[in-house]
T-cell receptor, first 114, second 117 residues
Framework: GDSVTQMEGPVTLSEEAFLTINCTYTATGYPSLFWYVQYPGEGLQLLLKATKADDKGSNKGFEATYRKETTSFHLEKGSVQVSDSAVYFC?????????????FGKGTKLSVKP | NAGVMQNPRHLVRRRGQEARLRCSPM?????VYWYRQLPEEGLKFMVYLQKENIIDESGMPKERFSAEFPKEGPSILRIQQVVRGDSAAYFC???????????????FGQGTRLTVV
């Protein structure tokens, strides 16, 4: 079945460092890909998404490019801030319609130190 | 426009009791999804409902768990005879009706954290 694999954390960085969180997927169809962020004690918020190959999703300085050839959707940010400390989830949807039936990776905890 | 509302935020139950978790979707949303997040794990899909219908319950445990989304009122996830292993965060998400082939985004609530003692 479909699955998502993302790098294990925790990841600890200093403020203004470069961030990469790797995410690869397996899917039988043509999935949409997502990054969600979960701040402490909160629910998940959609960070960015891409619905087809070579699309780049971006938001709040974060970017991810849908790479069909490598089945990847790595999350990057050029300069992280303390406020970016959270758990990041990569997810895919292959439902062909509503994107609520998502398959999630296990999450990567990011801690940014001042 | 209020977001997805879940209550209670925290719920403590003794082993053997019943837990009822409620989810009110965003206004205009007719699709509801329930996910479970175990400690240090990602979210696992449980069930997908539309008004008065269960569309996909492939992630629901076969026993003790049930879900409904009545014509009026919130969606309810019910866990009967809870055990310690049911302790987790339960998240609800909602999305609007499909518009042809246009994909729609799902919005998550803040979750209910169930602790079984």
């Amino acid at each position: 079945g479909d699955s998502v694999t993302q790098m294990e954390g925790p990841v600890t960085l200093s403020e203004e460092a470069f961030l990469t969180i790797n995410c690869t997927y397996t899917a039988t169809g043509y999935p949409s890909l997502f990054w969600y962020v979960q701040y402490p004690g909160e629910g998940l918020q959609l960070l960015l998404k891409a619905t087809k190959a070579d699309d780049k999703g971006s938001n709040k300085g974060f970017e991810a490019t849908y790479r069909k050839e490598t089945t990847s959707f790595h999350l990057e940010k050029g300069s992280v801030q303390v406020s970016d400390s959270a758990v990041y989830f990569c997810a895919l949807s292959d439902s062909g319609g509503s994107q609520g039936n998502l398959i999630f990776g296990k999450g990567t905890k990011l801690s940014v130190k001042p | 426009n209020a977001g997805v509302m879940q209550n209670p935020r925290h719920l403590v139950r003794r082993r053997g009791q019943e837990a009822r978790l409620r989810c009110s979707p965003m206004k205009g949303h007719s699709h509801v999804y329930w996910y479970r997040q175990l400690p240090e794990e990602g979210l696992k899909f449980m069930v997908y409902l539309q008004k008065e219908n269960i569309i996909d319950e492939s992630g629901m445990p076969k026993e003790r768990f049930s879900a409904e989304f009545p014509k009026e009122g919130p969606s309810i996830l019910r866990i009967q005879q809870v055990v310690r292993g049911d302790s987790a965060a339960y998240f609800c998400a909602s999305s609007p009706p499909l518009r042809g082939a246009l994909n729609t985004e799902a919005f998550f609530g803040q979750g209910t954290r169930l602790t079984v003692v």
